[in-house]
């Protein structure tokens, strides 16, 4: 699912798809205001006011459950939240339109200290997690009786007015909920095309590979969360005025939160206009259902909407918005051989001389529970090094360069790297390292499934230039000189392998890294590629970044490194040129057994 | 294709509506979906069943009554269909609602537009206490059950067990709801302010599997009297668990809901032989004190093939009897009009099928209005006090 | 004193019954890894069969266990081959958490239109007479309702552990690629899986239904406490499911005497929150037990 496809100017042919696209939303948007004056109807303005109401908070909602991929079925928390904020204040003389940003407030504080200890659990628990918090709020509610009124609710005083938000007409009511609906499409539309959207996408779809792009994971989130909370706290306090009484059970409703969530579903999660259309379609439905079956036989309606939901769910997993892309994406075919990568520089046939140490390693030790997996490892390594790491399976080099970029931390041991302004530093983050230049890959490909190639790079480009137009450049060139050019708006998960890899290395250069992790970038590629893999680093190195390649592909190895670094079970068995390292007898001994090394 | 829907319905109701220009609408606003949907087309049956009768005998000021249901599902739904009746159907008066929520919600609506909204059965204190001009509500209301609950230990449990009330120890317990806790609330203060020891008030959640360690509670504390306010699910539970702890008060009061219920009865039997419960005039009463109630049964069997649930039909009878009578007696059916012509309604207590009187006082509260206390005898729900009402003997001690 | 002990009986009771709900989720939970909201439907189902079976046929409500464990194998069976196998290669999880929740709504509005609101009461047939162990009373319907999830638990261990269809199911669960490689068919499996632990339930939903009242939202509360239950215990773990269980039931009815009716599911439901922020493999649970947490 590209959802950011119809956003980018890449594709020329998607250029009137995309145009339609917003004249659609604008014209469905305008008949939200358009058809209830037309038609004059106080039923029609309410269902409309309703439409509203549930399009902004699903917008609100999807910033969590779509973009952060955060499931929350305890939303109602924020909604009741501002709701209650605004009855309160009202009640004690002070316009909502104050107690809305009181009441999101307290929401912003509730997200944080909600979601934060539970970004780590994944889907389902995150859900279950939210439903808990949403009871406990709920019950709280009912239990401090003096503040919430408890069972029996709070009303408000039926002052009319614009300052009260109470009227008698509707269209004043219809405005304020128009409103809010717009600005939380126009939040929602920013975040989506600006870095914050990309990073939450980046997140959801691999938290890992996002980190070591410089991504703060749990800070983007938190911020996905604050926003979407502070907007459904807003759009409480403005449905608290127009119910004009609140109760817990309606507030804080476990039903309710499930309704949000299942419009931008069905909608088109992650996507910025899938909500509306959700709440647009399905409303309107609604109602008139009730009004068919509701009074045939009691249940009738509810064991309907269930149906339905299984049906959606089954048929229409990517929602109205699954559908309207599979008819407006163009062609973003992927054959074709990839392109020779475009040299930054002249390759030099000399010997590089390697230049001042950027980054030292010292004493490394590493348990696992009982398994000693790094003894004692340590080594310099220098400006415009290639330096190779090799050993068995096993040996533990990944683990070693996890120590290497943040994602572990050594049990005993230093890693210092030189930061550009000449201090020797100590990064402990993978955002720490990531801040001083060090960009790593990942021996499994980690590409951000759901973005296209151009945009897996962004991510990556963000790191340097936080302005999307500039980031988009940077990605462009990027993705020229690795050679992805032709594919720029495929999707990524239709490269291959090797592509995949190519993109894997071009998010990191995109960053424009000073130091260089390679994990294993040659494994599953054929010989062709292979050549070209190695032409590549050669010309990344060329433009003075210094590179540490774990890698099995001896023919690579041979070609690439000014030193090599042997890793057996955990331990430093050799160093030194290539061409002496792998005549050494310990490294044949680990290699091939005790049986080869005089062969 | 929402603009078609909507036009498409709003076209068939308008023929639908279109059909009777003569008549005079009213508006009919319960729960007919949802959880609340059982008691809600009980309580829309008596309503039925006045406006029935008043059409028979010629209708009000002339014209027949039309009734144009609206379905208050939930709170956003329930002012939606206000709006609905009040812009689109053009209703005098709107009639509801059973759920004291979505009576406040709707009531709202209707003042800011300027129509008369008759509570017919809601019996939260907040209906009546917001200083409304248009709103009026008929039945007796939480406080006044937590009043009676008071009024019968006090005239009728203490003596009954030869003891003095303020020697009594008192156990409140609750369902969370807005129901269950206003009671509980009234309960609370009332006796207090008659001296008597209550010592503890508790809610619950009424969908709660498990009360074990509430009865529990109860029993560790020597209560011995237990006013419980409480839906079906949780009174048969609580009867069952008391009895299994070899808890056993000298009297149980409910207040209404699952005790007013057959279907209780059917799950408890013979525990729930004496238990008392104060609520809504039910049908084995003295019909003496409420002429009219044994035609309405019949009317009831007629219309519906089976006898009434429960005691919200006949309350929403009355109500609307009342009401719709008075606006009859008045002139015009503009809002102002009926206001005054309800206002001037003086019907003394004795002379309604629910046995209590008609008069609006303070908040446009119905200051007749009364409860009835029953007690279950041979697995019948009878009215044992007040004493004009009865028509058993309030058993008590043994 | 004696009043304590009452407490603590009437937890391990209702953790009993608790366990006899969450042992059928963790087992889909852990294997299927599917969150089932409809989990307390099927109780509801099992204990509307029940009724309409013992009274209808005027036998004891055990009895009909027989039928109504089967009845529900099936209901479970086809959930998954009908609305969660479809699902499974969907990219994101959502889906099939709405479609278990949409599931939970068709079912409980289903049993609205047949049943109507009111409560259903299954005759007791004796099993509300009660037992004095010293001071402490406790009904035989709660016995054979904690005694049936013992034996539930023990038959499901020997079953995962000694049989090869058990073998196959953990394996299953472990690694769903390598499993099929070892020619086991994983989506017969899990159809299986999500049968048998539906057949739990159905099991439970026939002891439960004399003690309890039934009606069609009777689910809902289940389904929650038995999520906690199961988390609580480790996620896939069949004993520590029952263990789980025991502690809710134990500090539901503890924190209902000493803390109040009002704040149970308070407690209840901080306690799940601790357990899945502070320690999410469980309490019982071991590292295997993460696969719903990231690193």
Known sequence: ?????????????????????????????????????????????????????????????????????????????????????????????????????????????????????????????????????LEVFRVLALHFRELTGGATGLMIQLNIGWEWMVFRERLPALLIAFGMLLVCLAVAWAIRSHRLGFYLVATRERESAAKAAGVGTVKVRLMAVSISAALSAMVG?????????????????????????????????????????????????????????????????????????????????????????????????????????VAAAPRSAVPHEAGREVMRVEGLQKHFGGLHVTNDVGFTLREGEILGVIGPNGAGKTTVFNMLSGFLKPDEGRVSVLSPSGEWQEPATPADFATLGVGRTFQIVQPFAAMTVEENIMVGAFHRHPHVGDAREAARETAHRMGLGPYLNAEAASLTIGGLKRLEVARVMAMEPRILLLDEVMAGINQTDVRRAVDLMLSIRDTGVSIIAIEHVMQAVMSLSDRVIVINSGQIIAQGDPHDVVRDEHVIEAYLGKEFTHA | MTLKTLLTATAVSALVAGAAQADVKFGALYPFSGGLALLGEESFRGVELAVDEINAAGGIQGEQIELVRGDAVDNNQAIGEARRLISREDVKAILGTYSSSRSIAASQVAELSGIPYFELGAVADEVTGRDLQYLFRTNPTAETMGIMTIDMILDEIAPGLGVEASDLVIGVIHEDSAYGTSVAGHQEEYGAEKGLNIVTVQGYPSSTVDMSSLVLDLKDRGVNIVLQTSYQNDSVLFLNQSAEAGF??????????????????EAVGALMEG??????????????????????????????????????????????????????????????????????????????????????????QNDRAMMMGMQWQGGKLVTVYPRDAAVAEFQIGD | MDTFLQIVANG????????????????????????????????????????????????????????????????????????????????????????????????????????????????????????????????????????????????????????????????????????????????????????????????????????????????????????????????????????????????????????GSDLREAVVFTIFLLILILKPSGLFGTRMNLSHVSP
């Open chain 1, 237 to 341: 306090t403005f449905h608290a005025m127009y119910l004009t009484f609140i109760e817990p059970e309606s507030m804080f409703s476990l039903q309710f939160s499930i309704q949000i969530a299942m419009f931008a579903l069905i909608g088109g999660i992650g996507t910025v206009w899938g909500p509306l259309l959700g709440a647009v379609l399905l409303v309107p439905i609604t109602e008139f259902a009730r009004g068919a079956l509701g009074s045939e036989a009691i249940g009738l309606h509810g064991f309907v909407y269930g149906v339905v939901l299984m049906l959606v769910v089954l048929f229409l997993p990517n929602g109205i918005m699954g559908v309207v892309h599979r008819f407006t994406s163009g062609s973003e075919k992927t054959e074709g051989e990839q392109a020779a990568p």
């Open chain 2, 275 to 364: 238990v008392l419960d104060v609520d809504f005039t039910q049908y084995a009463v003295n019909t003496e004190f409420t002429p009219g109630l044994e035609d309405f049964l019949v009317a009831y069997q007629n219309k519906y093939g089976e006898e009434p649930r429960s005691g919200h039909s006949l309350n929403n009878y009355v109500g609307a009897m009342a009401v719709l009578e008075g606006i009859g007696a008045g002139e015009g059916f503009e809002p102002d009009q009926i206001v005054a012509a309800v206002k001037a309604i003086d019907i003394p207590a004795g002379e309604t099928a629910a046995g209590y009187g008609v008069h609006f006082g303070d908040q446009n």
């Open chain 3, 12 to 259: 391990l009771m209702l953790g009993g019954l608790f366990a006899i709900v969450a042992v059928g989720l963790t087992l889909i939970f852990g294997i299927v890894k599917v969150i089932n909201f409809a989990h307390g439907e099927f109780l509801m189902v099992g204990m509307y069969l029940t009724f309409l079976l013992s009274t209808g046929m005027d036998v004891h409500p055990y009895l009909t266990a027989a039928a109504v464990a089967p009845a529900l194998f099936v209901l479970g069976a086809l959930t998954q081959r009908l609305l969660i196998q479809p699902l499974m290669s969907a990219r994101d999880e959502h889906v099939q958490i709405f479609a278990t929740v949409g599931l939970s709504t068709a079912l409980m509005n289903l049993a609205l239109l047949v049943f109507g609101a009111d409560i259903a009461n299954t005759p007791a047939h004796g099993v509300r007479s009660q037992v004095m162990l010293g001071e402490v009373r406790i009904l035989t319907g709660q016995l054979w309702v904690f005694g049936a999830a013992i034996l539930l638990v023990i038959g499901l261990q020997l079953f995962m552990k000694k049989t090869r269809t058990g073998r196959a199911i953990r394996a299953t669960a472990q690694n769903r690629a390598a499993a099929r490689l070892m020619g086991i068919n994983d989506k017969f499996i899990y159809i299986l899986t999500f049968g048998l632990g539906a057949a739990c339930v159905g099991l439970g939903s026939s002891l439960i239904a004399p003690l309890y009242p039934t009606s069609p939202t009777i689910g809902t509360y289940f389904v929650l406490i038995a999520f906690v239950c199961v988390v609580l215990g480790g996620l896939g773990s069949i004993p520590g499911a029952f263990f789980g269980a025991l502690v809710i039931g134990l500090v539901d009815a503890l924190s209902g005497f000493y803390i």
């Open chain 1, 1 to 133: 699912m590209t959802d950011t496809t119809s956003m980018t100017q890449a594709s020329g042919g998607g250029l009137s798809a995309q145009k339609l696209g917003l004249i659609a939303v604008a014209v469905l948007l305008a008949g939200l205001i358009a058809v209830p004056v037309a038609v004059g109807d106080e039923f029609v303005y309410h269902i409309f006011i309703t439409i509203c109401l549930f399009a902004a908070l699903s917008t609100a909602w999807n910033i969590v459950g779509g973009y952060a991929g955060q499931l929350s079925l305890g939303h109602a928390i924020f909604y009741g939240i501002g709701g209650y904020a605004g009855v309160i204040l009202v009640n004690l003389g002070i316009s909502p339109w104050f107690g809305m940003f009181a009441g999101a407030a307290v929401a912003v504080v509730a997200a944080i200290v909600v979601s934060w200890p539970c970004f780590r659990l994944h889907g389902p628990f995150f859900a279950l997690a939210t439903i808990a918090f």
């Open chain 2, 248 to 265: 056993e008060p000298d009297a149980i009061i409910g207040g209404g809901g699952g005790y007013s219920l057959t279907a209780t009865e």
